[in-house]
């Protein structure tokens, strides 16, 4: 999961420089995607689709009103919703922003998903040391003030 920006009233420029500044972050990696489902919301203008095309990923449109076409991205908006948005009380911006960041690392590097055999989609830099795990003290750490507790164990 990528959190590219946050904007009140975003446009189809300013989508379209999201993209741009996702494929620049990502670099090499860029090329890994094969397809784009989308919805068929104004903002996803030509030059959107373009930005993705230029790294030689296919534009899948969903169909018109069918939410569940795009599944995986409303099993997203609900679990974001669900383990995180719902539990706080969201001021501003900048607060959201800062929150659905945290919230993103956590999903990508600490979250267990049950289809990729409880693993993380980020490998972590430890992921040689679980082959032969030290069973010593485990240490929890907080996230979001303790909405979310992460554990590992102490080296």
């Given at each position: 999961m990528h959190l590219a920006g946050v904007a009140p009233h975003p446009t189809g420029w300013w989508?379209?420089?999201?993209?741009?500044?996702?494929?620049?972050?990502?670099?090499?990696?860029?090329?890994?995607w094969r397809f784009l489902i989308r919805d068929r919301d104004a903002k996803f203008t030509r030059v959107f689709d373009d930005v993705w095309r230029s790294t030689g990923t296919e534009i899948i449109r969903t169909p018109v009103q069918?939410?569940?076409a795009n599944a995986y991205a409303e099993r997203w908006v609900g679990t974001v919703r669900r383990e995180c948005l719902d539990q706080l009380l969201i001021i501003g911006c900048q607060q959201l922003v800062?929150?659905?960041?945290?919230?993103?690392?956590?999903?990508?590097?600490?979250?267990?998903?049950?289809?990729?055999?409880?693993?993380?989609?980020?490998?972590?830099?430890?992921?040689?040391?679980?082959?032969?795990?030290?069973?010593?003290?485990?240490?929890?750490?907080?996230?979001?003030?303790g909405l979310i507790h992460e554990y590992e164990y102490a080296a």
């Open positions: 989508v379209a420089q999201q993209a741009r500044d996702l494929l620049a972050s990502l670099g090499d990696r860029a090329v890994a069918a939410p569940n800062r929150v659905l960041r945290t919230y993103v690392e956590h999903y990508n590097r600490r979250r267990p998903h049950r289809s990729l055999a409880h693993a993380t989609p980020v490998p972590s830099e430890r992921a040689g040391a679980r082959a032969a795990p030290n069973f010593g003290r485990l240490r929890r750490r907080d996230v979001l003030g």
